[in-house]
Structures are given as structure tokens and as C-alpha cells.
């Protein structure tokens, strides 16, 4: 199976996807001068009021939390999208101790981590699985974090980590409304892209927040106390650095909200 090591990582994976070495992977690297500003690019809206986070989980390759997606209860539209996305869940991105783990990178720029709030086009598409494989299926919506002080709501992310320390381990987590964990300004780069670990699906519109939010080392180290490895393995894998690094434009143009 694959994974972020030596023998499993990003570098061997077009041999069981050969997706990986497609025209639109993602992430990518932006460049803010060649991403210019699209005064057609409308502003985009998250209505994330009614949303039912479900439960908390560790997927043996980051840790996910799963939405109610039965109805457009939590949707992201407007920008360069053409309908509403219902979202699914999200996910993070991260380094180890002291080094970077983002997946987009900003002029050759990583940052701590990264969040990704995955929904899907059910407009046109009836299922999540049959979105993910569709050219327009998907919208993620990428924030990126770093490092100062203590992120005033992540802790509700941080304090059920421990619940889920192992591969494949869930626990309930209701309540939670992620547009706590957005930053002021919804300004954003957008591009055609592909999910970021296999399948590696070229389906997602990714939308990606040019403001970081703050969160703490202390905060972003209980990441790093999950397990890639299930609780029968006998080896602890911990789990950090599970990014994928920045992948060929292939001339696709980036562009920018105002
Ligand atoms: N038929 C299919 N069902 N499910 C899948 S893939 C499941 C899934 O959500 N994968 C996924 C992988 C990467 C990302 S990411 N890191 O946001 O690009 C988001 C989502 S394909
Ligand atoms: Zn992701």
C-alpha cells in the first residue's frame, strides 16, 4: 500500500497510480507574480452554519474529520465555481519537529502545515466516489498554517487526537463548525489540480487561502503524536511529513481573487 516513506512515498507512487505523473497534479508551487488577479473571479462563500461534523478519524495517512453530506447543509460556492460543493470532510497536512510540512508552497515558501476542506460537486455528480473521478467533482479549499501563538478553537481539533492515536481507530466528534479555523480574508489562489495522495484523482478545483492562520508549536506537535501504524503493528510509526511535495505546472495558469 503507499504511503510517506522511502519504499511507499510520493516518489513511488506513479507505480500504482500512474496518475502521478499526469497535466494537472497537485500541489504545486505558486508564484504570486505569475498568478494574476481575475477580475471575473467573484468572491467565494462558505455556508458552513448547518454543518454536522460527525466523527474524528485516523486514516492511517492524516486525520479526518467526516461531515454529514446527505444534503447541502454545509456548502462552498461563487469564486470560479459554477455550483455549490457539499462538503465532506477535512483533513491536515505536516512536518516534524521544526521543519515544514504544507503542500502548496508560496515562492518556493513551505509553512507548517496545511488544512484541506474537501467537498464534492452533488449537483452534477450523485455520489462522492463518482465526483472524485469527474474533471469538475471536486473543490478543496486549502489553508495554510504557521507557527506563534496557541490557535483559540484548534484545541478542539488537538484535545481528541489522543482518541484516534492509531490507524483506522474513530471516535465520535459532533458540533464542530470549521469556519473557526478560517483566517480574516477569504483572498485566494485558484488552479485545476488533482487530489494530493492516491488515487490522485485530476478532479479537484483547488482554492487555496492567500492568509495563514496562527497556531501553536505545542498545538501542531499533538499532530505529530498519531500513529501511521495500527495498534496491532508492533512498530510505532509516528505520524509526520505527510506531504506530498510540489508537482510540474505543465503550463496551467494559477489565478488570483483580488
Ligand atoms: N471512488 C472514490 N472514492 N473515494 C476516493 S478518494 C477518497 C478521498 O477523499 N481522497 C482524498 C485524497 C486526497 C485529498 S487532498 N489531500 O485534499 O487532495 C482529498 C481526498 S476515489
Ligand atoms: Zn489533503
Known amino acids: 500500500h503507499w504511503g510517506y516513506g522511502k519504499e511507499d512515498g510520493p516518489s513511488i507512487w506513479h507505480k500504482n497510480f500512474p496518475t502521478a ?15 494574476p488577479c481575475d477580475p471575473n473571479l ?10 454536522t461534523s ?29 455550483n455549490p460543493y457539499r462538503l465532506k470532510q477535512f483533513h491536515f497536512h505536516w512536518g516534524g519537529k521544526g521543519c515544514h510540512g504544507s503542500e502548496h508552497t508560496v515562492e518556493g515558501m513551505s509553512y507548517a502545515s496545511e488544512l484541506h476542506l474537501v467537498h464534492w460537486n452533488a449537483v452534477k455528480y450523485k455520489s462522492f466516489g463518482q465526483a472524485a473521478e469527474a474533471p469538475d467533482g471536486l473543490a478543496v479549499l486549502g489553508i495554510f498554517l504557521d507557527t506563534g501563538d496557541d490557535h483559540r478553537w484548534l484545541h478542539m481539533v488537538t484535545d481528541a487526537l489522543y482518541m484516534v492515536k492509531f490507524k483506522a481507530s474513530v471516535t465520535d466528534f459532533k458540533g464542530f463548525n470549521p469556519k473557526c479555523l478560517l483566517p ?6 485558484t488552479y485545476l489540480g488533482s487530489l494530493t495522495t492516491p488515487p490522485l484523482h485530476e478532479s479537484v478545483i483547488w482554492i487555496v487561502l492567500k492568509e495563514p492562520i496562527i497556531v501553536s508549536e505545542k498545538q501542531l506537535g499533538k499532530f505529530r503524536m498519531l500513529l501511521f501504524s495500527g495498534e496491532e503493528e508492533d512498530q510505532r510509526l509516528r505520524m509526520e511529513n505527510n506531504f506530498r511535495p510540489p508537482q510540474p505546472l505543465k503550463g496551467r495558469k494559477v489565478r488570483s481573487s483580488n
Not at 467573484?42 to 454543518?51: A, F, P, R
Not at 480574516?184 to 489562489?189: A, G, K
Open 54 to 82: 460527525l466523527n474524528i478519524t485516523n486514516n492511517g495517512h492524516s486525520v479526518v474529520v467526516e461531515f454529514d453530506d446527505t444534503d447541502d447543509r454545509s456548502v462552498i460556492q461563487g469564486g470560479p465555481l459554477d
Open 42 to 51: 467573484g468572491q467565494i462563500v462558505l455556508n458552513y452554519d448547518q454543518c
Open 184 to 189: 480574516s480574508s477569504l483572498h485566494y489562489w
Open 21 to 35: 505523473d499526469g497535466d494537472r497534479q497537485s500541489p504545486i508551487d505558486i508564484i504570486p507574480k505569475e498568478a
